[in-house]
Structures are given as C-alpha cells and as structure tokens.
C-alpha cells in the first residue's frame, strides 16, 4: 500500500473527485484546491509529498503556482494540461515540474507516475537516512537538503539545477545525451526541443567557473555533457 500526501489542483471538480477516489484507493492521503490561490494556502497547511497541477486554472494559473512553489519547496510537480505543445513541455521544464499528463489520460497511468515520481524524488521506498552528497575539491553538493557549496559558500540552487549537477557528478566522466538526462533527471515522457537542458547547465556553469582545475562541466560536441575529473 502506497503513503504520502497528494494535492490536487484542478477547477474541474469531476475530475478532482475522480482522482481523489483513485488515489486514497491507492493508501494515499488527498487534498482538493480548485483555483490557484487556494492550492497555495492548501500547500503551506497540507504539506503534500506531490502535487497534481493543472496549467489552466482561474486566477492564478498553473505556471504560476508552480513558480510561486518552487520559490520554497522542492515538492514534486506532475502537471496535467489539456495542452501538448513542445512549448508547454518546455516551459514546464524550465519552471521546475517533475512530470507532464495530457488530458483526456486513463486515471491508472496518473497513479503510475505519482509513483515514479515519487520513487525519483526519494519520498517513497527509500531509506529515509540515506545521504545523497557528492563532493570535488572546492565543490559540496548535497541533495538530500538541497545545499550546493562552492569553496565553502552555499549557492542559491533551483532544485532541478540541483537534481542535475548532482547527477552528472555521482558520475564521473560518463558522457550524457540531452535525451538521457531530461529521462533521467526530469522524467519527462519528452519529445522535442531539449533546449532546456542547456539552460541548466549554462546557469550552473555560471555558479561553478574557477572553483576548481582538477573537475568541471564540460560540453561533448555531438553528444551532451559530462562532469569531467582529472585523474
């Protein structure tokens, strides 16, 4: 049986019932909010475990609500929408989301992804003591509270910037497609521009320059990226 507390945020009550039905089936725990406003205030009181975002949503939308979210948590997002347009999927990516559902979708793939998404963000069926740092000379990331270091200062890191680093770092000098990455890190079901990508990595590039001769962020023309070590 499942645990965790999911919000669902959508001005379609049908489809909230619907899945709150499905989901508490499941063993987990469900909220409601059907505007953006109120999923906000639900958010600091419920504390959820992931949130169901819709994108159109009356007053604030969800590409807002997702923003104003990410400003304080690190929370996983799995939006539904209506719309697919690489656009969106970009969007979403850029501001954060951890997954993507076109609408009309069958209530049991949504369950489906909570669960990955879950599993990926390390709220479900694992160790909760496992620590998940990665260190370098002059370089300390550490996912499990979120902190990136660099010669001893803590760096203001956006999550998924976070969730990348770390990723390319616990592996050393092992070459990553964009594809590869938007799967791994975003879990994205992604088609399209992956332009985001290297979005991320021209900010981090940005927080890591001198820090260090001996490792570093580098492009494989063709390919993608590495995180380069000297031996």
Not at 19 to 31: D, Q
Not at 116 to 141: C, F, M, P, T, W
Not at 179 to 187: A, I, K, M, P
Request: aromatic letters at 8%; proline letters at 3%; charged letters at 30%.
């Amino acid at each position: 049986m499942a645990t965790g507390k999911i919000l669902i945020v959508d001005d379609d009550t049908n489809i909230c019932e619907l899945l709150r039905l499905y989901i508490e089936k499941e063993g987990y725990e469900a909220s409601i909010a059907n505007d953006g406003e109120t999923a906000l205030q639900v958010f600091d009181t419920f504390h959820p475990d992931l949130i169901l975002l819709d994108i159109m949503l009356p007053g604030l939308d969800g590409w807002q609500v997702c923003r104003e979210i990410r400003k304080k948590s690190s929370c996983p997002i799995i939006m539904l929408t209506a719309k697919g347009e690489v656009f969106d999927k970009v969007l979403g990516l850029e501001l954060g989301a951890d997954d993507y559902v076109v609408k009309p979708f069958e209530t049991k793939e949504v369950i489906a992804r909570i669960g990955a998404v879950l599993r990926r963000s390390g709220k479900q069926g694992e160790d909760k003591n496992e620590s998940k740092e990665v260190h370098y000379e002059n370089l300390s990331i550490n996912l499990t509270n979120y902190e990136l270091k660099v010669n001893g200062v803590q760096v203001d890191t956006p999550p998924k910037e976070m969730e990348l680093i770390y990723h390319l770092a616990s592996n050393p000098n092992r070459v990553f497609t964009r594809d590869q990455l938007l799967d791994e890190v975003w879990g994205f079901d992604y088609y399209g521009d992956s332009r985001t990508v290297d979005v991320h990595v021209k900010r981090l590039r940005e927080k890591l320059e001198g820090a260090s001769d001996k490792w570093a962020l580098k492009t494989v023309w063709g390919v993608g990226y590495k995180f380069e070590v000297k031996e």
